[in-house]
């Protein structure tokens, strides 16, 4: 497997929260700066023509990324029934929920109940999606989450931004220059934040906790990113009858590589 389990500051318990609030909101910002709203709803819209569902249940929401946006768009191109979308998260933080339930907006609720991505039983009926975050889980997890997929019989798509796709020397040794890159970049990401806290001017621009931070977990999470052959190798253990999964890479609106998206839909 080419995939290195690396760490990420937001994937620990005892990580402040005001710091990975604040990297979670940079994150929504990427998404708009990368179109992944727009290229999401092109995929759903795609997805809806041979596989009919009026409701994703989004897992590992976080502050809600592309999906809220994407799900808006979605729906301005629909007659008749909208499509709804339900966040959800294992440990659903009360800012984000507020946040998504008070906003008024169409059709997005934030669900207060803790949503375990392995386990597809309990998750809300719908197409479940992961939107950058299935690289967050450690190779047996993801393959539970897989197999929980297809063990169901449930609708099942993910969307990595990133791509693993270069030699882990040359990554290594590029690292202080693709560090500095980010931290440049969250310094003028931070201006588009909404809503823009004082917490998050303080360790930005002050303390620079947030761009060390920010730089680090965006450099891991490519190295954390599965590759095709990570995740064929995580399939092939699973029965090949009565569900089917396909792989391909994702190219936005200008037609350039957007990452890739997995599939999984029961027959």
Not at 117 to 131: D, E, R, V
Not at 230 to 242: N, W
Request: neutral net charge; contains cysteine.
């Amino acid at each position: 497997m080419k995939r290195i389990q690396l760490f990420e500051f937001e994937d620990f318990h005892w990580f402040p929260k005001v710091i990975r609030n604040s990297m979670t909101k940079l994150i929504v910002v990427f998404h708009k700066m990368m179109g992944t709203s727009e290229t999401l709803a092109s995929l759903f819209s795609s997805l809806q023509k041979n596989y009919s569902f009026d409701q994703i249940v989004d897992l590992g929401s976080g502050a809600g990324g592309a999906m809220p946006e994407a799900i808006r768009l979605l729906n301005e191109n629909q007659d008749g029934t909208k499509t709804k979308l339900i966040l959800t998260d294992l440990h659903p933080n009360q800012n984000f929920i507020d946040e998504i339930n008070r906003s008024g907006i169409p059709n997005i609720s934030y669900s207060s109940v803790s949503t375990d991505a392995t386990n597809f039983a309990t998750a809300p009926a719908g197409l479940k999606t992961m939107i950058a975050s299935f690289h967050h889980m450690p190779p047996s997890q993801a393959k539970n989450i897989l197999r929980s997929a297809q063990e169901n019989k449930q609708p099942f798509f993910i969307l990595e931004i990133a791509e693993n796709n270069i030699p882990t020397i040359l990554w290594w040794l590029l690292l202080p220059l693709s560090l500095t890159i980010l931290f440049i970049m969250c310094l003028v990401m931070t201006l588009f934040v909404r809503p823009l806290t004082w917490q998050q001017l303080l360790f930005t621009y002050l303390i620079p906790v947030i761009p060390i931070c920010y730089a680090w977990d965006g450099q891991a999470s490519l190295i954390r990113t599965y590759t095709f052959d990570d995740i064929k190798e995580m399939l092939s253990e699973f029965p090949t009858d009565g569900y089917t999964w396909e792989m391909e890479v994702v190219k936005n609106k200008k037609g350039r590589k957007a990452g890739y998206y997995v599939q999984g839909l029961p027959e």
